[in-house]
């Protein structure tokens, strides 16, 4: 199947596993990756930079297909070490990332001067519509009965995607 993400993402399928924490390891990753889908690494699950780049040299063990790594900017009083999440992600050859929770402007310019494809991950149109306004690549819309994230507006997603296509003028 060819579509516009396929074609984005260099990928088969137009499927992305979203980034789950404790569950996107490199197993699961690689798996979904070498099904023609797109797999993610959970940035955050891995819990230090360090970690971070081990676990994306295993799925380079075992996949040659693309997988991206998943980083959500959670709001903190003692936030994660994000600079040196996305240097490990950028220095590692990673081509694609799935941005979650707060805006990622802060951190894009690094992430595409590496020749990175962003996809944010929203859980409401205004989210997508600032996504896009700021150079993201794609965004993941994700409704309110998606796990882990369910938004501030309890929206569900056969109402959201469809608000989200029609404000991004998406045919």
Known sequence: MKTRITDL?????????????????????????????????????????????????????????????????LPSVTPPDYPGFVEA???SGVKIVETAGNNPQKYLPALKEA?????????AVRHAVKAQAIGCDAVSVDGFECGGHPGEDDVPNFIL???????????
Do not use: W
């Open 161 to 171: 995607l469809p608000r989200a296509a029609e404000e991004l003028e998406i045919p």
């Open 115 to 123: 020749g990175i494809k962003v996809i944010h991950k929203c859980t």
């Open 89 to 91: 992600i950028v220095k």
């Open 9 to 73: 993402l260099g990928v088969e399928h137009p499927i992305v596993q979203g980034g789950m924490h404790y569950v996107g390891f490199a197993e699961m990753a690689a798996a979904v990756s070498n099904a023609g889908g797109l797999g993610i690494i959970t940035g955050l699950t891995q819990g230090t930079p360090e970690k971070l780049s081990a676990e994306i040299a295993r799925c380079r063990g075992m996949t040659d297909k693309p997988f991206g790594v998943n980083l959500t900017f």
